[in-house]
Structure formats: C-alpha cells, structure tokens
C-alpha cells in the first residue's frame, strides 16, 4: 500500500474498534430490532454494517463524490448485497460500486454521467458518504440514535463520521466534491475548503436527475474539470 492508503486504511481499523454497543447503545438497539424481524425485504439483509469508501482511493481526483449513507448493494437481492457490503466494511473496494454493482444510486449516476458524456468522470471519481452507516431506509429512529452523545468518544454517531470524512476530503484533495441531495450537504458549505472547491447539487430522485445532469454539465465548464 501507498502511504495515502495506510492513511486511509486506518479509518477502517478505528471505525471497526469504535462502533460498539458500549459507545452507541441506541444505534444497536435499533440494529437489533431490524435483524429480530421475520419477514425482510427481498433487498435487506441483517444490519451492523458500514462502507466508508464506494470506490479505488486515488489522490488529486477531479471528482469526490459524497453521498449521505450507504443503503442496500443489490437492489434486487439481500444476501448478495451482504456478501457485498461485508467486503466493503474490511477496506477501499478494488472496484468502482457505481460501476459494478445493482443499487439505485449507481443505476441513477451511470445513466446521469452517460447523459454528460462523461462517463469517465463517474470510473475515476473517489466515492463515499459522510455517514458510514448502513440503514436501508433512513427514519426519524435513526436520526434520533445516531444524534445520540457517547460518553466515551465525546461526540455522536453523526459527529464521529463526519468529523473523519471532513479529514478524508483533506487527504484525497480532489479538485471538485460533490455533495450529493440535502442530507449530505449538512457536510460542509458550498465554498472553497482546503483548496477543494465544495459543490452542493440535487439528490438523482424524480425531478432530481435532470437537475443533477444540468449541474454537472455547469460543474464540468466552470471548475475545468478534466
């Protein structure tokens, strides 16, 4: 490994040291409820997962991608969307999940990026989300127990991951990030940071997709993207 992955290798180490029940104990009890239940969805699968990255790490990209969290890897099968988060959870993934695998979201971007013409853009970007944790369909529970205070990390679930994904961002030095739909863009502000130029644009969700396609097509022109 280069020294930019050791660096980001140690993320993974940390987070799987760290999310436990004694530091978030409402994040569990929610965990535990989902994987109680009988009757799964034919894309769910137990839950205790993560994924930080969705992509290679690659230093200087044009494009960061961040979303807001990880929801389910095959849209249309649970146990192969296991075997594939699983493999996520150990380190960056060899391959590019937008590219690879059968979720909405990567469904939605190669149809957005292809539109652009510029599909090369979604194969080379660095992907991730600001919150690590695998949910499915994010509720109100969620955000409650994710908002919760640890006693032992002194910051929340939120906070924790945000917190590293801010100094992820600082370490890949993208030339654009985009942060994908309302949620993701609690992250940081549209600005300039670190020398990384911060983008908001919309969530790939009904109306949502030619936006997406307009922004990046104004993104491209204007940041130079190569």
């Known amino acids: ?27 569990f009890e929610l965990i535990d409820d989902h994987n109680s239940k009988d009757n799964l969805k034919k894309q ?30 095959d849209k249309d099968n649970g146990n192969k969307g296991y075997r594939i988060v699983k493999e996520l959870m150990k380190s960056p993934p060899n391959d590019n999940s937008y590219l690879v695998h ?21 194969k080379n970007c660095v992907g991730m989300n600001r919150w690590w944790l695998q949910t499915g369909a994010e509720n109100a529970s969620w955000n409650k127990a994710c908002k919760a205070y640890s006693q032992n990390l002194n910051q929340s679930l939120y906070e924790y991951c945000e917190t590293r994904t801010r100094e992820i961002i600082s370490l890949i030095k993208p030339k654009v ?21 911060i983008r908001h644009v919309s969530y790939p969700l009904g109306g949502g997709i030619t936006l997406l396609e307009q922004e990046l097509r104004e993104i491209i022109k204007l940041s130079r993207v190569r």
């Open 102 to 122: 059968n979720h909405v979201y990567a469904n939605r971007m190669q149809d957005i990026f292809s539109r652009v013409g510029r599909i090369d853009l979604l």
């Open 177 to 197: 990030a985009l942060l994908v739909g309302a949620k993701a863009q609690k992250l940081l502000p549209q600005e300039t940071y670190l020398g990384v130029d």
């Open 1 to 27: 490994m280069n020294e930019l992955e050791i660096q980001i290798q140690k993320y993974y180490e940390d987070f799987k040291r760290d999310f436990n029940r004694g530091n978030f104990p409402a994040v």
């Open 44 to 73: 769910e699968h137990f839950l205790g997962t993560f994924a930080i990255f969705y992509t290679p790490v690659r230093y200087k990209p044009e494009i960061m991608m961040i979303g807001n969290n990880p929801s389910w890897f």
